[in-house]
């Protein structure tokens, strides 16, 4: 009998151990992954960077976290999220990544709520997650376990996932906002919707795609887009998020045209749970290089 592979995965602290769907074999012949890389793959931890931070852009003070998840070799080496995504979903672990990562969080919510850092929480949705029956009640059911308020929960699905199929979408995000879970729009820009779309949907966040925030300061172009975004998102009652903010150029652009919150390099990269109590209460923190 063929053997059943498993993957270990780490997450604030968290540890996870999984098995994939189906024997080596099996798995081989669905994704094209060849034994042996299966097992080195098994020897690999899909571990989170922690948190990234997010920030009010007119204060500087954090008001929220996203989870994030990465899958690191045994080298050290860092698998992008567009490569291990869609891994995950080929090997079938995305469902049970996706629940666990919820648990998690939920967790260290409430871990900081204890020490008086209330701080709203988001994940993003894969798109095979976004599609799977009863999600709402899924992700509804793990809040209400770790007693948080599911207002402080921020639900992240991609523009490309909603636009798929834009009636059945509404309808999912509808049952999610039904529950009180607030919802965003993340890589806005970079897929077929527009805010009409939008605009009919219970979004509470657009988050502007990175590559419309870089250089957006220098760039016509990318100015004009994203003050078209933030003035049209205020004018719908749609909270907007800058993805990527590097500069203290960028930082000045989004913020004078009333972007509301910011994420990135300039504030923070993503910090282990530890750090965010500092970032809760100092503030804005010294400006972090870029990466590279």
Same mark, same amino acid.
């Given at each position: 009998?063929?053997?059943?592979?498993? =993957? =270990?995965?780490?997450? #604030?602290?968290?540890?996870?151990?999984?098995?994939?769907? *189906?024997?080596?074999? %099996?798995?081989?012949?669905?994704?094209?992954?060849?034994? %042996?890389?299966?097992?080195?793959?098994?020897?690999?931890?899909?571990?989170?960077? *922690?948190?990234?931070?997010? #920030?009010?852009?007119?204060?500087?003070?954090?008001?929220?976290?996203?989870?994030?998840?990465?899958? @690191?070799?045994?080298?050290?080496?860092?698998?992008?999220?567009?490569?291990?995504?869609?891994?995950?979903?080929?090997?079938?672990?995305?469902?049970?990544?996706?629940?666990?990562? =919820?648990?998690?969080?939920?967790?260290? $919510?409430?871990?900081?709520?204890?020490?008086?850092? %209330? +701080?709203?929480?988001? #994940?993003?949705?894969?798109?095979?997650? #976004?599609?799977?029956?009863?999600?709402?009640?899924?992700?509804?059911?793990?809040?209400?376990?770790?007693?948080?308020?599911?207002?402080?929960?921020? @639900?992240?699905?991609?523009?490309?996932? $909603?636009?798929?199929?834009?009636?059945?979408?509404?309808?999912?995000?509808?049952?999610?906002?039904?529950?009180? +879970?607030?919802?965003?729009?993340?890589?806005?820009?970079? *897929?077929?919707?527009?805010?009409?779309?939008?605009?009919?949907?219970?979004?509470? @966040?657009?988050?502007?795609?990175?590559?419309? @925030?870089?250089?957006?300061? +220098?760039?016509?172009?990318?100015?004009?887009?994203?003050?078209?975004?933030? %003035?049209?998102?205020?004018?719908?009652?749609?909270?907007?998020?800058?993805?990527?903010?590097?500069?203290?150029?960028?930082?000045?652009?989004?913020?004078?045209?009333?972007?509301?919150? *910011?994420?990135?390099?300039?504030?923070?990269?993503?910090?282990?749970?530890?750090?965010?109590?500092?970032?809760?209460?100092?503030?804005?923190?010294?400006?972090?290089?870029?990466?590279?």
């Amino acid at each position: 009998m063929s053997s059943s592979p498993s =993957v =270990v995965i780490s997450d #604030f602290g968290g540890v996870l151990t999984t098995p994939l769907i *189906g024997s080596f074999g %099996e798995v081989q012949d669905r994704t094209g992954i060849a034994p %042996e890389a299966l097992g080195k793959a098994m020897q690999s931890i899909a571990a989170a960077d *922690g948190a990234h931070p997010l #920030f009010e852009l007119e204060t500087g003070r954090m008001r929220g976290v996203e989870a994030l998840v990465r899958w @690191v070799e045994p080298d050290g080496t860092l698998v992008p999220p567009g490569d291990f995504i869609p891994l995950a979903e080929e090997l079938g672990l995305i469902e049970t990544i996706g629940d666990w990562v =919820v648990r998690e969080l939920v967790y260290q $919510a409430h871990a900081w709520d204890e020490l008086g850092i %209330e +701080l709203s929480v988001g #994940f993003n949705l894969s798109p095979r997650q #976004f599609w799977q029956p009863d999600l709402a009640r899924g992700i509804l059911g793990r809040i209400r376990e770790g007693g948080v308020d599911p207002s402080r929960v921020i @639900v992240e699905i991609t523009e490309t996932s $909603a636009m798929t199929d834009p009636d059945r979408a509404q309808a999912i995000i509808e049952d999610l906002h039904a529950g009180g +879970l607030r919802i965003a729009i993340d890589d806005f820009g970079t *897929g077929y919707s527009s805010l009409a779309r939008i605009r009919d949907m219970p979004v509470d @966040v657009l988050k502007i795609d990175r590559s419309f @925030v870089h250089r957006v300061d +220098l760039d016509r172009q990318n100015g004009s887009i994203v003050s078209a975004f933030i %003035e049209l998102a205020g004018g719908l009652g749609v909270t907007t998020l800058a993805e990527g903010i590097e500069t203290e150029g960028e930082l000045a652009f989004v913020r004078e045209r009333g972007c509301v919150l *910011g994420q990135g390099f300039h504030f923070s990269k993503p910090v282990p749970p530890e750090e965010i109590i500092a970032l809760a209460f100092g503030g804005l923190p010294v400006v972090a290089q870029p990466a590279g």
